[in-house]
């Protein structure tokens, strides 16, 4: 997933969180970023049509953008349930969030292929617990 | 979350590294279930025997280098289980072929974003990182030929 689609994700979840625009001080938190580095990237995306950024309220995801958002997310709920029912990671979410920038949509889409992923997905993403609210972790009491 | 930093520990390595043996042991599988599926079509079934093959030393390779990096590996026939789950036979023979296609073009590039990724860190891990990176070169360039053979093999049955 590249550094646009994290931020689109960011900022799908922050809105749906507050039910607005998403600020970007929130962002940067979420990002673990400068705020400067969070606007300068709101900068790209509305360039591209992904975003509309209104001065002191925060920015808000266009049509394409909640698409590509849709799609990142979907893409990040891939490796969180591969990693906890896969490989049988007890730190999935946080393996997910470190890894996330090095795994492709395409290889994602073949370890689609192994994992029970819901038809509603990305609709049951839970964006305060950061998860999947469906995901069933089937540990055997391995991997760290 | 974060954004740009990537393969910052021995353990986030380990783990790609186990997410590449899976994504060998799904082309492994597969390809052994579509030698079933093409039976008679000879050349085919070749180069279906040697992707399976060569996932198989693939894994070998990666396993190799993560027990360097003291991290555990899925077993082979947890995998094939999963596979056999979610495995819907393609009867067409065109599809085997694409699909293998496909296997082979993902495992192409996760091989060069995981490169890529190790190229631009600056950790120090405890393996050698020249020895991953050759052996993840290698790896990589086997696929690739992998790509341009099924591709042939498509070309040749149209």
């Known amino acids: 997933?590249?550094?646009?689609?994290?931020?689109?994700?960011?900022?799908?979840?922050?809105?749906?969180?507050?039910?607005?625009?998403?600020?970007?001080?929130?962002?940067?938190?979420?990002?673990?970023v400068s705020p400067a580095s969070v606007n300068e990237m709101i900068g790209k995306l509305e360039d591209r049509g992904l975003a509309d950024h209104e001065k002191y309220k925060g920015a808000r995801l266009t049509d394409e953008g909640i698409s590509r958002a849709r799609d990142a997310i979907q893409t990040y709920c891939i490796i969180e349930r591969f990693l906890a029912n896969v490989l049988e990671v007890?730190?999935?979410?946080?393996?997910?969030?470190?890894?996330?920038?090095?795994?492709?949509?395409?290889?994602?889409?073949?370890?689609?292929?192994?994992?029970d992923r819901r038809p509603e997905c990305p609709d049951c993403f839970d964006p305060e617990a950061d998860q999947c609210e469906c995901l069933v972790v089937e540990m055997e009491g391995k991997a760290d | 979350?974060?954004?740009?930093?990537?393969?910052?520990?021995?353990?986030?390595?380990?783990?790609?590294?186990?997410?590449?043996?899976?994504?060998?042991?799904?082309?492994?599988?597969?390809?052994?279930?579509h030698v079933e599926t093409i039976a008679g079509e000879t050349n085919v079934e070749q180069y279906m025997e040697s992707a399976a093959e060569e996932s198989a030393r693939h894994r070998d390779r990666l396993e190799g280098l993560i027990a360097d990096l003291d991290a555990e590996t899925v077993p082979f026939e947890q995998i094939e289980t999963l596979v056999e789950a979610t495995y819907e036979a393609d009867?067409?023979?065109?599809?085997?072929?694409?699909?293998?296609?496909?296997?082979?073009?993902?495992?192409?590039?996760?091989?060069?974003?995981?490169?890529?990724?190790?190229?631009?860190?600056?950790?120090?891990?405890?393996i050698e990182r020249e020895r991953v990176l050759a052996t993840?070169?290698?790896?990589?360039?086997?696929?690739?030929?992998?790509?341009?053979?099924?591709?042939?093999?498509?070309?040749?049955?149209?």
């Open chain 1, 1 to 32: 997933m590249n550094t646009a689609d994290q931020y689109l994700k960011a900022i799908y979840l922050a809105q749906m969180i507050d039910d607005g625009p998403a600020s970007t001080g929130q962002l940067a938190d979420m990002l673990d």
């Open chain 1, 90 to 115: 007890k730190n999935y979410r946080e393996e997910a969030r470190a890894l996330e920038s090095v795994i492709d949509d395409t290889v994602a889409e073949r370890l689609d292929t192994i994992i």
């Open chain 2, 1 to 33: 979350m974060s954004v740009g930093e990537s393969l910052g520990t021995d353990h986030q390595l380990a783990r790609m590294l186990q997410i590449g043996i899976v994504l060998e042991e799904v082309v492994e599988a597969r390809a052994s279930k």
């Open chain 2, 91 to 126: 009867d067409e023979f065109d599809d085997v072929l694409y699909h293998q296609l496909c296997n082979e073009e993902t495992a192409y590039k996760f091989y060069d974003d995981l490169i890529e990724a190790i190229e631009s860190s600056q950790t120090e891990y405890s």
């Open chain 2, 136 to 158: 993840l070169r290698e790896i990589r360039s086997e696929e690739e030929e992998g790509v341009e053979e099924v591709t042939r093999i498509m070309e040749d049955h149209k």
